[in-house]
């Protein structure tokens, strides 16, 4: 017998436990188990707080993260399995940051936060890059700034991005390039060197 049939088998088997664990998860969830609700928080959250830092900010993504979770298990019916539960949670997560930042720009603030720079050279130069860059994102579109995130910050594949965000697949490079175009047309108007 072949190598490379055994493994494929073997790994078959793991993803189709890894689905009906997922499905029973799920199916508990939906039921209020509430240590089920806690085990795909503690699976997800990470994640999508790391999403919501980059989409929304890091002055929000706290209160993001907790509104992505009150949706998703208000949703969580909805899911059907297509694709994986993390990709559907991301998909939740970037369709209420999108929400989120068109709220915002009808009401505009200031931009993105950031923690005080330290004393040394390095440091403050470090410190204000990120802040160029966290404000340069900030000034994107929505829709490019989650592609963005997704493969940059996430390191999505296109398949994923596009089932996150809801566009065709072959869509995902194209908004890519523009993203990172205006991205560096942006920085460059801030001053990025």
């Known amino acids: 017998m072949n190598n490379s049939h055994v493994s494929r088998s073997a790994d ?22 509430q240590d ?5 928080y503690e699976r997800c959250s990470q ?3 790391a999403q919501m830092v980059r989409m929304v900010g890091p002055q929000d993504a706290d209160d993001m993260t907790q509104q992505v979770f009150i949706h998703l298990f208000r949703k969580l019916d909805r899911f059907d399995g297509r694709s994986t539960l993390e990709t559907w949670v991301y998909r939740l997560a970037s369709n209420e940051a999108l929400q989120f930042i068109r ?3 009808r009401h505009p603030t200031d931009a993105l936060l950031i923690d005080p720079p330290s004393s040394s050279r390095d440091t403050h130069e470090e410190s204000e890059r990120a802040e160029l860059l ?18 940059e910050q996430e390191e999505m594949s296109y398949r994923e991005i596009a089932e996150a965000v809801g566009i065709p697949e072959g869509t995902v490079g194209s908004r890519l390039n523009r993203a990172r175009a205006e991205l560096r047309d942006k920085l460059l108007q801030l001053g990025w060197e």
Request: aromatic share 4%; hydrophobic share 50%.
């Open 12 to 33: 078959d088997r793991i993803v189709a436990a890894d689905h009906e664990s997922t499905q029973r998860m799920v199916a508990a969830c939906i039921a209020n188990d």
């Open 36 to 40: 089920a609700m806690r085990r795909l």
């Open 47 to 49: 994640r999508v707080y």
């Open 103 to 105: 709220a915002r720009s």
């Open 134 to 151: 966290d404000v340069a994102l900030s000034n994107l579109d929505p829709e490019l700034r989650a592609v963005l995130v997704f493969k």
